[in-house]
């Protein structure tokens, strides 16, 4: 993979393998791991595991393909992404209040992102 999309899905594919990563085959979570985590390519995958890179291939396809389904189904990434943009406007906001409003709420703010992830 290359360029800009590339690093554009890799980001996405994280975030997803994040939140439903454990719902996959250990066979499909390790081919992720390697191609996404740790930048193997299809070639060295496919030595590692003695098949063709095109089973390496059909196999993250795939496992993609299943990690998109199951965002589609429950949002939790998109969700978790509108919170963490609130989280955001929320603190910029407090930035403009008065000195001693800010305190208080920025303790309660940091709470919110510990309980966030």
Known sequence: MHGENALEKTNRINVLFDFYGSLLTEKQQTFLKCYYHDDYSLG???D????SRQAVYEHLKRSEQILE???SKLGLAARHERLQEGLEQLERQIGELPAPWRDA???TMEWMRKEGT
């Open 105 to 107: 709420l920025r303790t």
């Open 48 to 51: 590692d595991f003695e098949i």
């Open 69 to 71: 389904e199951y965002e």
């Open 44 to 46: 060295e995958i496919a």
